[in-house]
């Protein structure tokens, strides 16, 4: 006999980082009954190990729409959280340091622009007035802008969401582990984690890496492969950078403490762990101060590593998962997920409330991978 608690839910979201709790936030405060599981702490895993960008420019044309209804929700949302969540527009800015890289932008910038979204292109003295403390060395063919991208702390945005969520009455059950979801005659009617069984007739997969794990306990096969993203953050220096600046090396913003976060490229993965790799180091000494010299004389107080969840075209897979009726998924979100946070959340209360939600999302169906193979 089982001993699982049971519990009764109308909506179970697996997953707590950005993408589970903006969706478990929207459909609790549509009234519905809603449970939301985390096999570990809420915002433990990329969500509270992210960058913070804010960003819209420098998306994949199917995404934009998306990422600029997401900032419009971020606007508003520190005063509707009713917490500090340093959401802070401070412009993105993406440098040029090959001509080919600035020839590809200045048609991406044109290309942006005609969906509405105001983005432009600069000149390498625009980015250097912008941005005094670029080399005078290093070759420099120019720079987009975007005024209205921008920050947040992730941290704070957890914690914020945390209370929020307890607020809207949703069932928070953290270091609860889905290990099974149950399906009968093609329905999802539950599903069982380390201590509960959780009857319900609708569930989301926002499980981050590990949604493949649990679609592939279907016999589904979820297209997705994984990276190591890292960051190491300085100690707090006087405000000297205030966009969040991206470079053929990586990125770098400053928070509003003052500390320098530095994000180093990806590095491809296969086991889901997130030890700091002495590599974020080497790449961080190499590669910053060359292109940011008063980076040299700045101490390292810390680094940290995260999981970043990629699909072959880029963009995630926002979808009912195929032949499993009642069962989102939300994930592969490619190393830009936490802008698209909010807005997700109100696309999937759209959808599993009134059953579509407001924006098109086929370009986000899985079936565009080809058939949803079963790998059993
Ligand atoms: C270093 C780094 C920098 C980044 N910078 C940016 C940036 O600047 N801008 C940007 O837009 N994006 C950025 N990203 C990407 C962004 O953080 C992710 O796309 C986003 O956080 C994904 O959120 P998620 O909720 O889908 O997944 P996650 O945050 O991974 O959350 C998934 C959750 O599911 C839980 N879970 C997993 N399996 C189970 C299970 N079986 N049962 C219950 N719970 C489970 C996990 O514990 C986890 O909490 C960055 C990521 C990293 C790592």
Not at 3 to 23: A, S
Not at 63 to 77: H, I, K, N, R, T
Not at 79 to 101: K, V
Request: proline share 5%; charged share 20%; aromatic share 8%.
């Amino acid at each position: 006999m089982s001993d699982l608690k049971t519990v009764d839910c109308d909506v179970l979201v697996i997953g707590g980082g950005i993408t589970g709790c903006f969706i478990a936030l929207s459909l609790a405060r549509k009234g519905l009954k809603v449970c939301l599981a985390d096999k570990g702490p809420l915002f433990r895993e990329a969500s509270g190990r992210s960058g913070g960008g804010v960003r819209q420019q420098f998306r994949n044309p199917a995404e934009l729409p998306l990422a600029m209804e997401s900032v419009a929700l971020w606007q508003g949302l520190g005063e509707q959280l009713g917490e500090d969540i340093e959401y802070f527009q401070g412009g993105s800015l993406r440098l040029h340091r090959t001509r080919q890289l600035h020839e590809e932008d200045t048609a991406r910038v044109e290309r942006e622009r005609g969906l509405g979204l105001d983005v432009r292109l600069l000149s390498p003295q625009q980015v250097r007035a912008r941005l005094p403390v670029l080399s005078e060395q290093i070759e420099l063919y120019g720079g987009t802008y975007c005024a209205r991208d921008g920050t947040a702390n992730p941290l704070l945005l957890g914690r914020a969401l945390t209370h929020a969520l307890t607020r809207a009455g949703v069932a928070l059950h953290d270091h609860e582990e889905i290990r099974r979801l149950d399906v009968s005659g093609k329905r999802l009617t539950g599903a069982r984690g380390s201590s509960c069984h959780f009857r319900c007739p609708a569930a989301v997969n926002a499980a981050g890496p590990w949604a493949r794990k649990l679609l592939a306990s279907l016999g589904l096969d979820f297209p997705v492969a994984f990276r190591k993203s890292q960051i190491l953050v300085t100690e707090p220096v006087s405000p000297v950078i205030r966009e969040f600046v991206s470079f053929d090396k990586g990125y770098l913003r400053q928070a509003k403490d003052g500390n320098l976060h530095l994000g180093v490229r990806g590095i491809p993965i296969g086991a889901l762990e997130t030890s700091q790799t002495l590599s974020s180091f080497e790449d961080v000494a190499r590669d910053f101060p060359e292109a940011f010299p008063f980076l040299a004389d700045i101490q390292i107080i810390r680094g940290f590593a995260g999981i970043t969840t990629w699909t072959p075209d880029g963009i995630p897979i926002l979808d009912k998962v195929p032949g499993v009726v009642g069962l989102w998924v939300a994930s592969g979100f490619s190393g830009h997920g936490f802008c698209l946070g909010p807005v997700v959340g109100k696309l999937f209360c759209e959808w599993i409330t009134a059953g579509r939600p407001s924006l098109d999302l086929s370009a986000f169906a899985w079936s565009r991978f080809g058939s949803v193979e079963k790998t059993v």
